[in-house]
């Protein structure tokens, strides 16, 4: 089992940026896709971006394409997620996720292991 530790969460105003930090207990970490989904409060958990196991590959949600970068550091075992021009809509639970198979999946119940989730809120 994948153990998920996300980081980096915090209190930002619009405009800001912050960078969260995925840390996975695997040494296989390198073997598998990663994702990062966000959840609002009354709202369902949504798709932010996928990284390939090898950082080939990304994918990102329309409403974050051009502002925020999803990065690998596999010697590390951790992914990033560099947000940047944030929004007062960007606020919610930030969560990565491990992805087990291919291709690249934006659907949350096509991951396999989750973390706790980082808070992340932009002030106006």
């Known amino acids: 089992q994948v153990q998920l530790v996300e980081s980096g969460g915090g209190l930002v105003q619009a405009g800001g940026s912050l960078r969260l930090s995925c840390a996975a207990s695997e040494r296989t970490f390198g073997t598998y896709a990663m994702g990062w989904f966000r959840q609002a409060p009354g709202k369902e958990r949504e798709f932010v971006a996928v990284i390939s196991r090898y950082g080939g590959s990304r994918s990102y949600a329309d409403s974050v394409k051009g502002r925020f970068t999803i990065s690998r550091d596999n010697a590390k075992n951790t992914v990033y997620l560099q947000m940047n021009s944030l929004k007062p809509e960007d606020t919610a639970v930030y969560y990565c996720?491990?992805?087990?198979?291919?291709?690249?999946?934006?659907?949350?119940?096509?991951?396999?292991?989750w973390g706790q989730g980082t808070q992340v809120t932009v002030s106006s």
């Open positions: 996720a491990v992805d087990l198979h291919l291709p690249l999946h934006t659907r949350p119940q096509d991951y396999d292991y």
